[in-house]
């Protein structure tokens, strides 16, 4: 993110991440620098609600910096891009919505509006020099992710790909996923998988940590097998090398076909690093085809913390627009 | 294939496509007329054997058609891009061969060499005016692929990607593919799959058509599968729907990743046409996400026949030194 021996004036982006229950946000330069941050709101239960609150702050951030030449937004959903219009957002109220355009007629600003996973695989990528065939992976309730490919996000035919929790790695295994169909990663990698594997074996074992600490099997969730493993309980690790497991099946078949050089690995669940990140490595390793005669990727824990989103939003709209000249 | 409105001379290419037994080659236009084929020879046993076949060809080809300027392999196995160095051939005598830089030496022409199944789903592409976002299979003893992005063979870092029939798509099935991994596409959607499918059925069912069509339930092969499908038999048409619906899992995994327009089938099992093809768009259909908020895409049978691979080879050379003028 450095210039070269040019000296150019520092540009800056509002930057948003529209998550299920909160939104971030706040402003950053095309170097990387935050420079404020607001306090994370409340995503509004409404789509009316949620674009006064994206445009307040907005107004607000611009008051304080005028200098602001672009806005990115994260959203969770199907997103075309580069149109930004919502499409479709399982855990959101808004859907078939055309935030870009609501936000530029507004604002008066270029916006950028894609996936969450999108800019947050973004920021990772610029904020922490990743090679040009990247896949980020976000492990927290689902399984999301975003694809750097040549050095640029790809997207697809209409911006909706991208969607690696949802690659078939299971369709045997009878588990559907939140999204109705059978064998998705999502749902036998993700927080909600650790928890119907931590809750069975809580079932199992009703004398053991699992259920101690839950009060009752049936109510383990994923975050009491990720704080259970942490602590040493050595059925809840085994849980996180059984999402490990399932998550290297899943790097492997995209390497297989998209011959990456790194994977990283956010969202909640990686938090678990080496624990949940080891038998992934050894998965991918076990599934890679001609492992004999290539380079093994990396398969690295994500470097930019809970500000990725917002950030790589930001960033995102600056690099989308980088020919604009500022209106300052 | 055609030009616009300035006039340019015709230019051309000879196209090679090694295989594991036979090789075929031509001389093919820009825009895209065969002029010449060669009969195809046997694959040399040994390396040098296949450089001698590729350079008696050449001259031959060149003798006649002196205004040649590029020279396109494709070749089985895991190919660098753009070195066109052979690292590894599982079905080949050759490996570790720098057939590119070979090839230029002693012919002074620029050639490019890349995967067999890239330059056939370049064929595909250039030829049948294919979307620009386009997935390529083809079922033959293997699953091979190419992939078409953005209207561009996709590569990945090293030129080593696109192999579709290594994606994981049935690791509890404890069916161990080719390439020594569990799982994978092609150990459950190849010919050779149909085969062991159909030795299964025969074993079962001793009386019935497959069993008496090969004289003996060991002896039943992808080959009678098809053969049988074809004449009605209904225990193969279902092994058929089978492979299809292990097809249509793979392809809804990329398609859910890679936001695809369309999906072209080649090799000798697609050639069942719709009898294997249904079942791989329903199962497209039943694992695809978000099916309700998108186009689905398309799943058709190859529109070019066994010339592919040459035609494919000599139209990339071709492409990649777009802007060389002819040496004529």
Redesign the interface.
């Known amino acids: 993110m450095t210039t070269g021996s040019v000296v150019t004036a520092t540009r800056k982006a509002i930057g948003f991440d529209i998550g299920g229950t909160k939104i971030s946000c706040g402003v950053i330069t095309d170097k990387g620098d935050p420079v404020e941050t607001l306090l994370p709101m409340h995503t509004p239960t409404d789509p009316t609600g949620t674009l006064d609150a994206l445009r307040t702050a907005i107004q607000e951030l611009r008051g304080r910096h005028p200098e602001v030449s672009a806005i990115g937004v994260g959203a969770a959903g199907?997103i075309e891009w580069p149109g930004g219009h919502i499409?479709?957002a399982p855990n959101n109220s808004y859907h078939d919505m055309p935030l870009r355009r609501l936000l530029e007629d507004s604002c008066e600003l270029p916006t950028v509006v894609d996936n969450d996973a999108n800019v947050a695989a973004w920021a990772e990528q610029v904020l922490s020099s990743a090679?040009?065939?990247m896949l980020f992976l976000t492990v927290g309730t689902g399984v999301g992710g975003g694809?750097v490919?040549g050095g640029e996000l790809?997207?697809?035919?209409?911006?909706?790909?991208?969607?690696?929790g949802?690659?078939?790695?299971?369709?045997?295994?009878n588990i559907r996923c939140g999204?109705g169909?059978?064998?998705?990663l999502e749902a036998v990698a993700s927080g909600t998988a650790l928890g119907r594997y931590g809750r069975e074996a809580a079932t199992a074992d009703p004398g053991g940590t699992l259920a101690t600490l839950a009060g009752d099997p049936a109510k383990v969730n994923g975050e009491t097998v990720f704080a259970a493993a942490l602590a040493g309980d050595l059925a809840s690790r085994a849980i996180l090398r059984r999402a490990g497991d399932w998550l290297g099946?899943?790097i492997?078949?995209?390497?297989?076909?998209?011959?990456?050089?790194r994977i990283v690995i956010g969202g909640g669940v990686a938090a678990a690093g080496d624990l949940l990140l080891d038998s992934a490595r050894a998965s991918l390793e076990?599934?890679?085809?001609?492992r004999a005669?290539?380079r093994i990727p990396e398969v690295v824990a994500a470097a930019q913390g809970a500000d990725a989103g917002w950030m790589g939003a930001g960033l995102l709209a600056l690099n989308e627009n980088a020919g604009m000249p500022s209106p300052v």
Do not use: Q, T
Request: proline share 4%; net charge positive.
């Open positions: 199907l499409r479709w090679p040009n065939y694809l490919l790809y997207r697809g035919k209409s911006g909706i790909g991208g969607e690696v949802h690659l078939i790695v299971d369709p045997r295994g999204c169909n059978l064998g998705c099946i899943g492997a078949s995209l390497v297989n076909v998209l011959d990456l050089e076990r599934y890679l085809f001609a005669h290539r």
